[in-house]
């Protein structure tokens, strides 16, 4: 590995964004990590440090750990509770975590097997900068101005709709009052990711507005390149996986038959389909004659290494080329719809929506302002939240065995993705003043939990009387892109069309 490139002199590029300057300076503090940038927005500064381990580890996956924690001190506040300290993250902070990890991961080399770990602390906070889209950026040029193998940066910004005007980076008092509020993270050439919630906009706005979005990452992605220029950093050299293509070829010509006759959920559903793929592994792997155990293990893990791009290419070439896909189903078909309401005796309401091979229990209860629950935010004091929803994703959904414990990223994430899609349609306060509780219990799950979750919640506030503006439904699209821009679009997808496809696109909203 290479040695931290960071000089003792700081180095500072400034960008104009929504009429204020980013200024984003490497070099003065945290030179100890392999990456480390202030970003300041207003009075709102941001610390984001990027690490690496030097060995490398042997799991077959990306090992990034991205954490966002929001100091109190830099509103100018202590904590609450006995120890007056920092505790567990909070539910702002598990979520802009997650809105760094998304874009930045896929950039990462396919190859890199070295722990990671990216941390943002909020040093100062004013009261009209959101540190989130600061917090992004800041993350991007950490791991860009270091010599972690990170060589394409990205930018984020926040796009608001106000009087007729698309706003980059809304004050938090704007956001309350605009009609759309779009986060967008891109690189030079394209969009990476995008999260968004809106008062039922045209879909004209929203194309609009990631336009806009992307102009001001562009502009922010130059700084930070200009940045990189200055720095100079020693990238960390990753190659290619190991990879047999006689092995991979071996492979197809003895097993693309059955291996593709086990993909197809038409014929198999989610659960037989996968014990058919696992089967058909484990039979190859125990084929491997027992050499000396390191060129055993390597073979197996090449041998697994070929199995899985084996998976994936009958997958796209299906998709792509014979145009169809693994269940059957045309590109713009949904799975087969069931909804039930008012199904538990007990409850304010109920509601079961099963969609294929995914299936969500909703309930909503009912309760007094007591029963709301208080956020301590960084900004804000004495705020009130009355309509929680919360998101359960139990091992048994999926069929596996697992400790049940507190709810894990993924679902805090979940469940504000379609808290945030019903948000909006609930009566205004004055005229319902009651506290209201969703939980989503997921018992079948393959593919798009959270939009199920969606249609769900949106029956069962109906069923508890709870007069919404409109219903809501939740879908989630995807994409498959391959050679010469050739593309498939995809609706409602399934497990594998996720795993093995290009883009996740969730979308909620009315009729």
Known sequence: MSENTNSHAPHRVTVEVGGRPLIL???KIARQANGAIVARYGDTVVLTTACMA???????????????????????????????????????????SRLIDRPLRPLFPEAWRNETQIVSMVLSADSDNDPDVIAVTGASAACYASDLPFEKPIACVRVGLLDGQLVAN??????????????????????????SGALEVSEE??????????????????????????????????GPLPFDEAIYKDLQKKYGNRLHDALNTEKHPKKESYHLIDALKDEILAAIPEEPKKEMDEKR???????????????????????????GRAFDQIRQITCEVGLLPRVHGSALFTRGETQALATLTLGTKE???????????????????????????????????????????????????????????????????????????????????????????????????ASCAGIAMGLVVGDDHKYSILTDIAGAEDHYGDMDFKVAGTR
Request: hydrophobic content about 40%; proline content about 5%; overall charge neutral.
């Open 205 to 238: 706005a929203v194309v609009d507005a990631l336009e806009f979005g992307h102009a001001q990452v562009k502009k922010i992605v130059a700084a930070i390149k200009e940045l990189h220029a200055q720095l100079k950093p020693k990238k960390v050299v990753v």
């Open 170 to 195: 809304p004050t938090v008092a704007e956001q309350k009052k605009s009609l759309l509020n779009i986060v967008v993270a891109g690189t030079e050439e394209a969009i990476v990711m995008v999260e």
């Open 54 to 96: 030097t060995t490398v580890n042997d799991r077959d996956f990306l090992p990034l750990t991205v954490d966002y924690r929001e100091n109190t001190y830099s509103a100018g506040k202590i904590p609450g509770g006995f120890f007056k300290r920092e505790g567990r993250p909070s539910e702002k902070e598990i979520l802009t």
């Open 301 to 327: 893990t090449l041998t697994a290494r070929a199995f899985e791009r084996l998976r994936e290419n009958i997958f796209r070439d299906d998709v792509l080329n014979a145009r169809r896909r693994p269940d």
């Open 371 to 469: 029963d709301m629950q208080r956020l301590d935010l960084l900004f804000e004091q004495d705020q009130f939240k009355r309509f929680m929803l919360h998101y359960n994703f139990p091992p048994f959904s999926v069929g596996e065995v697992k400790f049940l414990r507190g709810p894990g990223r993924r679902e805090i994430g979940h469940g504000a993705l379609a808290e945030r899609a019903l948000l909006n349609l609930l009566p205004a306060e004055a005229d319902f003043p009651y506290a209201m509780r969703l939980v989503s219990d997921i018992l079948e799950s393959n593919g798009s939990s959270s939009m199920a979750t969606v249609c769900g919640g949106s029956l069962a506030l109906m069923d508890a009387g709870v007069p919404i503006k």
């Open 25 to 27: 300076e490497s070099g």
